[in-house]
């Protein structure tokens, strides 16, 4: 099920026309909005993504409960209005920065701080069906790719494998209205939770001898990243494969990357890479790769607290997936991607990669 | 005084052979390192820069307090003298974990965390009076540059007018063995704390209007981008400006970018731009650019302390700055670039920036 494609300019006209008809009728205006809690997600084994459910709830202007945040909503959805119109774009820092002043005549803030304009603008997005770089807004670029394809970025086109040291850093908006693909020759991409390892392979130019894209999201991606390696997947047709720290984290990153998020379900289809594999590390890889001992780093409470948590999340059912986990809590230790590094500097690009990738040695 | 250029090459070998000088003549071997705690750091009101002084102390095997530390230096040396000679580089976080390891026949490892690893390698850059960069080390890439440059990045050229919407991303190691500088016909160079406000300016192509560089550090400025700014100036002759939030805060920002700092001040001269001048924000800017008072952020103690702190230090000595701090202790507020956006969206570029540059509102 891929959602209906909206335009936001379009629905935001709605929802604005809509609350004005209420109020030239003398009705109570109300916004509706999807509930984003716990209680309406669910993993949808078809399309194998968290979704949100179907609930939704009406914020009204009325509802004393709701009065505050339904002047937020509003306030938020003109400034995108304006800043469409004007074909400009602004952080959603600036965005707070903008919206914030005091209500004339009384001692009161249209916002505190910018922890309650960011959930407004999250409820906007869901509301709206839409992505807020559709309504002109980024946050801070994070992550970078490298390897054979050309990036359209407005006026410029950008070769990522002429962009030396540092890769092309991925902007926060990698909307198909603003970055296109071109001249994409990679077999696959490989996304690398650390950029001192993606770093490593650049030097070494793994992407040249191997043929493929190498992309890092400096830990957890951010969402133009995630939505980066979803277009390359669904428009390019490319593999992707994902190299973690085998650890609790690692492991989330992963789950993050492939099925999305609960807390921005409404957007796994478009963030989600449901066809992404886990190619490592794993704590099985200790003994298949001979890794010594002292590089490995014992589990705490914690570390097993979240081991064990994750046998009974649905996206990590698969066999494969619990036997690697069970693996974890019976050796005891876990292991960072820097940990290969023990076995020669050029261990991970000469030997690791080549091998898993070669064999198919792929965790679901 | 600038300080003698050195070969890392040849100085880690002069240090390697005075070791084997005495252990072959059964001396107690050991290493001279400066002294780099605050009692042996002055500010050099000539370059105006903070400087290491002339205070060493040696580094020995056979003193048990110094047992430890030694043999960690001595395989910190020893690895970067390999990867040097073979020719890539690492990340100081690869560096540890490639030499963490249990000691034969002991329980005891060379390195417990990384914590113990770094401090070894700023002791070894200070002993050999070079950048860990020299010796083939780095760490995550951070800020970004654009505007009338290109960049020579090993066998790449990077047009900095060209690279859309991120930027490109400075590297942590920009000595010129590896980056050089072609065509540049920008008139100077704009330091910007904040990459929000980064990306406003790149957006309005502020480098092509006005013809310069924007550079933006995320912050605290790494090395690579101190680095960079340094060499922009020294090289190409170009003024800087530094951008950054009016509080204690984009004030240490900025006088880390002016003089270096006291941790790192055996490399101020090669990280510093004692020439960079202050355009903003001030606390005064609030009455000159009728900035709204909400947008304002009221002192907490900690600024207030801070703030008065600040009076004191010798490189804020100069009456604007002494003017300054003292309007910020009477107004009783600070504020962030951000605030700016209170006035429109493009206030910044079209007004702000323009009106300071013409004017030459500087602070030294």
């Known amino acids: 099920m891929e959602r209906a494609k909206t335009d936001p300019k379009q629905t935001l006209n709605i929802m604005g026309n809509s609350i004005l008809k209420d109020i030239n009728s003398m009705k109570n205006p109300g916004i509706v909005l999807p509930i984003r809690t716990l209680s309406n997600v669910f993993f949808d084994e078809k399309h194998r993504i968290i979704r949100l459910g179907d609930k939704i709830s009406r914020r009204t202007y009325l509802n004393v409960a709701h009065t505050r945040k339904f002047m937020q909503t509003l306030l938020v ?64 670029r994070k992550g970078y790719i490298a390897g054979p394809i050309k990036i359209v970025d407005g006026e410029d086109t950008i070769d990522c494998t002429r962009m030396g040291s540092s890769g092309w850093a991925i902007p926060s908006n990698v909307e198909p209205e603003v970055i296109q693909f071109r001249d994409c020759t990679a077999d696959y991409v490989l996304v690398i939770e650390k950029d001192a390892v993606w770093q490593r392979l650049n030097e070494d130019k793994f992407w040249k001898k191997h043929n493929c894209l190498i992309l890092t999201g400096k830990g957890q991606p951010a969402r133009g990243c995630r939505r980066m390696i979803n277009r390359l997947h669904n428009e390019l047709k490319l593999p992707v494969y994902v190299l973690t720290d085998a650890d609790a984290w690692g492991y989330y990153i992963y789950s993050v990357i492939k099925q999305g998020s609960i807390n921005l379900s409404f957007l796994s289809d478009r963030l989600g890479t449901p066809d992404a594999k886990f190619i490592g590390l794993t704590t099985q890889d200790v003994q298949q790769f001979n890794i010594p001992k002292n590089v490995t780093i014992k589990l705490n409470e914690g570390d097993k607290k979240r081991a064990n948590e994750m046998l009974n999340y649905v996206w990590f059912k698969p066999k494969e997936w619990q036997h690697e986990i069970k693996h974890m809590l019976q050796a005891g230790h876990k292991l960072e991607l820097e940990a290969l590094s023990s076995k020669g500097i050029r261990f991970i690009s000469e030997k690791y990669l080549p091998q898993k990738i070669q064999n198919k040695e792929f965790l679901p």
Chains 1, 2 share one sequence.
């Open 77 to 140: 959805a003109a400034e995108c209005k304006k800043i469409m119109q004007q074909n400009v774009s602004t952080s959603i820092r600036d965005m707070y920065y903008i919206l914030k002043r005091t209500i004339k005549n009384t001692n009161e803030n249209t916002f505190e701080d910018q922890n309650e304009s960011d959930p407004v603008l999250e409820d906007l997005e869901a509301a709206l069906n839409t992505l807020r770089e559709k309504l002109h807004l980024k946050a801070d």
